[in-house]
Every structure is written in C-alpha cells, then in structure tokens.
C-alpha cells in the first residue's frame, strides 16, 4: 500500500527557514513524483512544488520560487522540501502527494488531481 507521511511543520519567525519531509512506504520514490502542496485557512489547495518521477525535474509554484528547493534521498525513501526565507503568507497546512504523474509541465505537476497517496499533513506557522 503507497502511504505517506509528512513531518517538519513548526512556527517560525519571518525570514526563517524549515525542512520537511515526506517519507514514503510501500513503494519506492525513484518511480512515483512526489508534490508539496498547502492550504491556508479560507483559501484553495495550492500547488507548490513537484520532484518528477520520469526524470528527476523539479517545478515550483511561482510564489515559492528561489525560496523552497525540493530533493530526495533515495536511502531513506525521504523527500524534503526546504523552505527559506518564510514569509507569514507561507503559513499553511502542508500535504505531501505520491502519483503515478510523470509530468511534462509545471501545471501538470502541481496539480493536486494527479496524485492518488496523500498525507495528513503538517501545520507550518510563520509569525513574529
């Protein structure tokens, strides 16, 4: 069974930094794309970053872009996503997705639709 599950959420100050990781069982992460995605309250899921499975791509939502980088370690079926610079329109619950995606464009790999496997979450509170 594909499961993930997400961990790292904290509070943080303004311009500070997180990581957090999703890590998967049940399947290895070299053939699912893994998508980070949040939802603030009030407002829609949105897309924020996807690691492909076809070829190892990365796309970031727009809002995060220069500030959150996404990777994997294979070893530890992991993947994190670094998030610098937090600002207090980042908070937000975050999700890690697994779909059998392959993307071949930024809105395809961000799209919450194309994942099958999420996890429960994981709150991320940006705050002086």
């Known amino acids: 069974q594909v499961r993930v599950v997400e961990s790292g959420g904290d509070l943080v100050q303004p311009g500070g930094s997180l990581r957090l990781s999703c890590t998967a069982s049940g399947f290895g992460l070299e053939y699912y794309a893994i998508g980070w995605f949040r939802q603030a309250p009030g407002k829609e899921r949105e897309g924020v970053s996807c690691?492909?499975?076809?070829?190892?791509?990365?796309y970031y939502a727009d809002s995060v872009k220069g500030r959150f980088t996404v990777s994997r370690n294979n070893a530890k079926n992991t993947v994190y996503l670094q998030m610098n610079s937090l600002q207090p329109e980042d908070t937000a619950v975050y999700y890690c997705a697994a779909g059998l995606v392959f993307p071949t464009s930024a809105a395809q790999a961000l799209d919450g639709n194309e994942y099958d496997s999420w996890g429960q979450g994981t709150q991320v509170t940006v705050s002086s």
């Open positions: 690691l492909s499975n076809s070829d190892g791509s990365t």
